[in-house]
């Protein structure tokens, strides 16, 4: 769904994913190995929600919010919701294009705290992230780069009672894509 209202544009969509041997890391309370596992059956239910307001033919900004209901849908797991899947996200973009093709950008990102596998106390802290990016359009090529979690700050997933890292520290990057 979407409408264009002036300088504003609000789009949303709803979903519904059946997963099927979706793929884990971690601990085997049966094998005693921490290996790739499978969850078997999951599901996730959900919708978003953009909020886009173009200021002008070079500078644009956009509000979004997520959300979504995970749940692990068979085995051992049944009915507790997937690991390091954050119910609710909000993110705020910023976009400014100085001239033709040169697009820069800066984006924040907040996500909800998520659970381990049994759904118990140990759920980590809310995740959020502040990124910068900068990309320069050639005909078919397109070169960027970007900082991810500029701030530094320690986010970090559970998984059976330990946290993970999880866009845990400060990334550059950077590359060229070519579009045929």
């Not at 971690?26 to 200021?55: C, H, M, P």
């Not at 919010?65 to 995970?70: G, K, L, R």
């Amino acid at each position: 769904v979407k409408g264009i209202f002036g300088i504003h544009t609000i789009s949303g969509n709803a979903f519904i994913i059946q997963g099927n041997d979706e793929a884990f890391y971690g601990y085997s309370e049966i094998t005693g190995v921490i290996a790739n596992q499978s969850l078997d059956k999951t599901q996730r239910i959900g919708g978003e929600l953009q909020f886009t307001t173009q200021f002008g033919s070079s500078l644009y900004s956009t509000l979004s919010y997520a959300y979504v209901d995970s749940t692990i849908k068979s085995g051992q797991y049944n009915d507790k919701e997937i690991p390091g899947v954050s119910k609710h996200t909000f993110t705020a973009s910023l976009n400014y294009l100085p001239i033709t093709h040169l697009n820069l950008g800066v984006h924040y990102k907040f996500g909800s705290g998520m659970y381990d596998f049994n759904n118990t106390q140990n759920k980590a802290p809310n995740y959020q992230s502040l990124n910068l990016s900068a990309s320069y359009t050639f005909k078919d090529f397109e070169v960027y780069a970007y900082v991810n979690n500029l701030t530094n700050h320690k986010n970090a997933i559970v998984v059976s009672g330990a946290y993970y890292p999880y866009e845990f520290e400060r990334t550059f990057g950077g590359g060229i894509k070519y579009r045929w």
